[in-house]
């Protein structure tokens, strides 16, 4: 069966996991904008785009490719990489922070520490998660001993 030039452009299609700071601004605004109509705070694209400060061609260039990564990770499987003290009780918290946001822990594994601090990796179910994914790594990058985050995999 033939596929059509819409069906090969999609599975041409790439996706990043990109930090905010280093998109162009428009794309920052572009989201903040589709943020303010989700909630109801703008009742209108043009109403959105006068308080972001872009224009409504810019909002409908970008909206369908723009989405918060909170939108993707939502009921996936997420793996999360930390560097750790070596100090008793800090995994323990980690794991509290989890078990508080509702995220289903699945795998960890915490290498052999050295040099005072252990890797650990921790792979999370988020279907039920209470929280926003920004909120669980600021709690957990708050905690004594947690030296590092990120997320490796969604």
């Given amino acids: 069966m033939k596929r059509t030039p819409e069906q090969e452009a999609q599975e041409q ?4 996991i990109v930090e905010a700071d280093a998109l162009p601004e428009v794309f920052i605004k572009v989201a903040h904008a589709k943020e303010l109509i989700k909630t109801g705070k703008a ?29 993707l990770e939502r009921g996936r499987i997420v793996t999360f990489q930390m560097l750790l003290c070596d100090r008793t009780g800090i995994l323990s918290s980690v794991l509290s922070v989890f078990a508080g946001s509702g995220a289903n822990i699945l795998t960890i594994y915490q290498g052999i520490p050295a040099n005072g601090t252990a890797s650990v990796t921790i792979s999370a179910g988020t279907e039920d998660m209470a929280c926003e994914m920004e909120d669980l790594l600021t709690r957990i990058r708050m905690l004594e001993g947690v030296v590092k985050i990120d997320i490796t995999a969604a």
């Fill in 13 to 16: 299609k790439k996706y990043y």
């Fill in 43 to 71: 009742a209108t694209v043009a109403a959105a785009a006068a308080v972001t400060g872009i224009s409504r061609s810019a909002y409908y260039k970008y909206q369908g490719a723009i989405r918060p990564f909170q939108d």
